[in-house]
């Protein structure tokens, strides 16, 4: 995503969940308050080369040219590119070296540091409010800060630099009163503070456990805590009747305790709902809330909730460790061994959300096609009827491709088209037209993709030519990717592997078999092994028209290789401990790349853009790409108005810094050699 925030280049919004390095602040998080997520977001300037968090951004917002009360006479300007060479780097003010963002003056070339710049707009600032210490101005500070009050976009409002605090102007009025009462804090009144949580309690409210922030609602006898958001926002009620999992009314315990779930069986260590008539049973806040009846990602029937679950020994089928069948959990009454813990079948990506109590289940139809006759289907991802041929390819020609997954026909069966060359596996038109993944919450349909030259799988994060493509109505899959089943078996390493969602684990993983950090991974937690998914799916043998009479085997490296390794089609050295192909008759090693290339379902004359189309890299003299200057070494290279390329990256390079190219877009192995690294 591209955005212009007041800057004269579009920025990129990223993320990093270690925390963002920033050339305005010098935080990563904020000190005190672990895991402050708007510093994990931020946006980058690949034209400048300089990053900001989302608290940050303001500082587009403040005048681009002004004056500081130390440097009498000049005016200094914002530059986004760092210190210019003829000067010293240090900040005239404080003397620490300055980061890419700064303040200059050009006649006596001195530059200020971006902290003490906002320092002096501050303290200049007559804008001074009982409600908070350091004075404040009144800005546009965009929509990446939230108001400290209502949690909604900043827009136009209060707001401090130093405290990264903002709040609207009409939310200000929360300020005229400076004590409230509270249902889940009735025996005192709590007072408001502007400060942040006193240091004799924790910086987390006692009903919700996040981070107070800023702003917050306090007992003084109590060191009670309270954020805007339960005070404001969604205040917590006090007791729950008439839900789904719970005969009796619940009661809200406003109080951090430790206790265990008796939804889920699992610990919490917040204000949790009792039941005093069931001698306390104990809920989480959002267990209590669980639904009765729901369709989840991982199974073909509805699950119930049942409490308890009854004796036996069960195992969650999402994360594959025990259920204790003492408390509630999740499962099918059509597969009798089929069980979920309560909070992995809630997670949101593998429920919808949706809860189906009452509602009338209704069959999906999921034929992708009617038969005629014995012979004969109507498929509906083509107009005509097919015909079953069960001799293969043989009786047609050899270069024939599927048209669902851009194959070779080989020997196998297929349906074809007698009026056009439309021609089907029988096993890709066997493919169901919906089905649940555990790659998107919402199900699955089958579309063949023939004029959408913009295809991504968002799993392997790959462009696809053309052919069968699942969707969910926002994201796509390729084939492979949604083939893969739960759990994951590959052979590359000996325990199962789980889907990881993103939001689960604190830091993006390294895949072992081409050793970069993956958007979506699987994994086994227990051996810290991690593969993405174009690893995964990489095809164990394959066969190359050069090595005809041997199949390339896939190689997951070589901790301690014996020597150098070298690719056999770019010349080039291979790196022996991330995966590559390898001839074991004939002792040759070549890169994946260069033997399967960026492009899945590649096809000739096939787009991957308006004006990008595959060719057949088959001539004896491989053609040099017009962007890296290099041999086109994979099966396919691409061609469009301004050239030949190598791979999608080169095309993109053409259009934009390497900086600003996504992390998941495969590069050729040449781009990290010292010649390229400036293309």
Known sequence: ?????????????????????????????????????????????????????????????????????????????????????????????????????????????????????????????????????????????GDYMLCEVCGKPGKYGYCCPRCWMMVHEKCASVFDSTEITDSCHSKHSLKLLTEGAPNYTVSKC????????????????????????????????????????????????????????DGCGEKGDQSPYVCFQCDLMFFHQECARLPRVIHINRHDHRVSYKYPLGPGEWRCEICLKEIDWSYGAYSCSLCPNYTIHSRCATRKHVWDGKELDGIPEEVEDIEPFKMNDDNTITHF???????????????????????????????????????????????????????????????????????????????????????FMYTDGRNTYELLCSSISMPFIHGSHPHPLLYLEEDLYSDRKACEGCKLRGKVVLGCIKCNYYLDFHCATLPVTVRLQRYDDHPLTLCYGE???????????????????????????????????????????????????????????????????????CRCA?????????????SLYCVLRTEMEASSISVFVIRPPWANEPRHKTW
């Open 634 to 646: 994979a099966p396919f290279f691409l061609s469009s108005q301004s050239g030949l390329y190598c």
């Open 1 to 141: 995503m591209l955005l212009k925030l007041g800057h004269k280049h579009s920025l990129a919004k990223i993320r990093y969940l270690g925390g963002l390095p920033c050339d305005v602040c010098d935080r990563s998080y904020r000190d005190g308050i672990p895991r402050d997520r708007s510093f994990q977001i931020g946006f980058s300037c690949s034209e400048c080369n300089f990053t900001v968090h989302t608290k940050c951004i303001y500082v587009f917002n403040i005048l681009e040219t002004t004056k500081h009360p130390s440097h009498d006479g000049h005016c200094v300007r914002l530059l986004t590119t760092g210190a210019p060479d003829h000067t010293d780097p240090k900040c005239h003010i404080c003397g620490k070296k300055t980061k890419r963002l700064l303040y200059h003056c050009s006649i006596c070339n001195l530059n200020l540091d971006i902290g003490c710049m906002v320092d002096a707009l501050c303290s200049g600032s007559q804008l001074n409010l009982p409600w908070h210490y350091h004075p404040l101005l009144m800005l546009d500070v």
């Open 206 to 261: 006692h009903l919700c456990g996040k981070v107070t922030g800023n702003i917050l609602y306090h007992c003084d006898i109590c060191k009670f805590n309270m954020d805007m958001a339960c005070a404001i926002q969604s205040p917590l009620p006090v007791s729950l009747s008439d839900m789904k999992v719970h005969e009796h009314t619940l009661t809200l315990i406003p109080r951090l305790i430790s206790f265990v779930c």
């Open 381 to 467: 991802a083509h107009e005509h009827n097919m015909s079953l041929n069960k001799d293969g390819a043989v009786a047609l020609e050899e270069s024939l491709l599927c048209g669902g997954c851009v194959c070779p026909i080989g020997s196998d069966s297929f349906y074809n088209c007698s009026k056009c060359s439309f021609i089907l596996h029988e096993t890709c038109a066997n493919l169901p037209k919906k089905k649940r993944h555990f790659l998107s919450p919402k199900p699955l349909s089958l579309v063949l993709d023939r004029d959408n030259h913009e295809n991504f799988c968002c799993a392997c994060c790959q462009r696809c030519c053309e052919g």
């Open 559 to 629: 901790e301690e290789p014996g020597g150098k390794y070298w690719c056999d089609i770019c010349e080039r050295e291979t790196n022996p401990k991330t995966w590559f192909y390898t001839c074991y008759d004939c002792g040759v090693t070549l890169h994946v790349f260069c033997v399967l290339g960026d492009i899945r379902y590649a096809k000739e004359g096939g787009k991957i853009r308006d004006n990008v189309e595959v060719k057949l890299n088959n001539t004896s003299s491989r053609p040099l790409c017009n962007r890296c200057h």
